[in-house]
């Protein structure tokens, strides 16, 4: 039975409920709704325009409705009387199919038939910058190599306490914050978990971090590359597949620790990489980030080529430890529900065709590259990523050739857009466009 939303509102003295969902382009959208109407929302939903967000749909088009999921409510630690609520959207008494969330929800119920429960986490980078996104906040954070410097991590102590403090509360096991490879990026990692919890939380942090980043006077960006000569914003997932208690990914005979299972996982993902970043590198800007020249620090620690490793982080696909691996394509603007999504749908097709992945490289991928001329390349620019996925048989048929061409169409058109003020050159600073555009994401 489903849980009252009406009845915790007032144990919990909420006076307001943000019912929430993110769209195709990954934007949060929200309404504030009092305590004493949540009751009516759980049963009919919050109304909301679909043309109105970046969701394929007209003006002429009926209202969509945000039916929230009770079992994704967040209580705001910095102001309790908020209620944070994931939900999903209905049209005409159906589900939307395009919403990223049922988008997930339909991967993972498609892997539940297979006996399987896909659980992940993942590492999300941010940047604290000035408000007019210009350059980063703190000013003494200059060294060539900053990860993990002591001085600048703490010169962010009361910021980074404040997120972390919260994910403690609210019951996420953090366990590690740090200052990552850029100036003024930092990273903090909280414990896996089913990739729908995962994905919700997801969302959440990043509403978070920008949020009590502007508490402290600062601005926290997501972007992929908001710095030419910086390392960008990854978002690495770690993946395994569960059924119980049993990870269905341990193999302790293997040399990686990874069973045939995880190994045709992997070949489902390594097949479908091209198409995926269009999902994992959505942004215009994600591409500065992909193929890149080495950053100040001396390296990108992003992906060309589509290969796996083991503990090696110059590859796609990093094998860090027994029974998981990390997928390392992802950026910060990747939508948090099309993320799991597509890890869950290649993954899926790799399990049912028995795809083998190849012999892992055990080189460094960064140095070593043109040694191996027949591997395949990672996408250029986003046109390129959005032509691999027009062209992918096996993610329309995971996901339905109305919702790819939907995505596709709305991210032609954000070409376009960007085409009428701006030229896309990776050796050229970041465009005024990339930031307006992107900063937010």
Request: proline share 5%; net charge neutral.
């Amino acid at each position: 039975m489903s849980k009252n939303l009406s009845k915790i509102a007032k144990a919990k003295k909420i006076k307001y409920f943000l019912i929430s969902f993110v769209d195709l382009f990954g934007v949060l959208r929200s309404k504030l709704v009092p305590a004493e109407a949540i009751s009516g929302m759980q049963k009919d939903g919050a109304g909301f325009a679909g043309f109105a967000t970046w969701l394929d749909m007209t003006p002429a088009d009926s209202d969509m409705f945000g039916i929230p999921d009770p079992d994704s409510l967040i209580q705001l630690p910095w102001n309790k009387e908020v209620g944070w609520l994931a939900s999903d959207l209905w049209m005409n008494g159906k589900q939307v199919a395009a919403s990223p969330r049922v988008m997930l929800k339909n991967q993972i119920d498609r892997l539940s038939k297979k006996g399987f429960q896909m659980k992940s986490g993942v590492e999300c980078e941010y940047f604290l910058i000035n408000q007019d996104g210009s350059d980063i906040a703190d000013k003494r954070d200059i060294q060539s190599k900053p990860c993990y410097d002591q001085s600048a991590l703490m010169r962010r102590y009361d910021l980074i306490k404040d997120i972390c403090d919260s994910m403690i509360e609210l019951g996420w096991g953090p366990y590690q914050n740090d200052h990552e490879d850029a100036n003024g990026q930092f990273e903090m990692n909280w414990d896996y978990s089913d990739s729908l919890i995962t994905a919700d939380r997801h969302v959440f942090f990043k509403f978070m971090v920008k949020t009590l980043a502007e508490k402290h006077g600062l601005r926290a960006t997501f972007m992929p590359k908001p710095f030419n000569d910086l390392t960008g914003n990854g978002c690495h997932a770690h993946v395994s597949l569960w059924n119980g208690n049993i990870n269905k990914f341990l193999e302790k005979g293997d040399r990686l620790g990874l069973s045939k299972t995880a190994y045709n996982f992997l070949g489902g993902i390594m097949k479908s990489a091209k198409p995926l970043s269009a999902f994992f590198n959505p942004s215009i800007n994600s591409y500065r980030r992909i193929n890149a020249p080495p950053t100040k620090s001396g390296a990108t620690w992003s992906p060309s080529s589509i290969s796996y490793t083991g503990n090696n982080r110059t590859h796609m696909i990093r094998i860090p430890d027994e029974g998981r691996f990390e997928l390392r394509l992802m950026d910060g603007s990747a939508n948090p529900y099309l993320l799991q999504a597509g890890i869950i749908a290649a993954g899926l097709n790799g399990l049912n065709l028995k795809l083998d992945p190849g012999e892992p490289l055990m080189c460094n991928m960064y140095k070593d590259f043109d040694k191996y001329p027949n591997l395949e390349k990672l996408p250029d620019d986003i046109e390129d990523s959005i032509e691999e996925l027009d062209n992918s048989k096996e993610i329309r048929e995971a996901f339905g050739n109305n919702v790819i061409d939907s995505y596709i169409k709305l991210k032609k058109q954000e070409i376009i857009n960007f085409g009428k003020e701006e030229i896309f050159d990776k050796k050229k600073p970041v465009t005024e466009w990339e930031k307006r555009n992107t900063l937010d994401c």
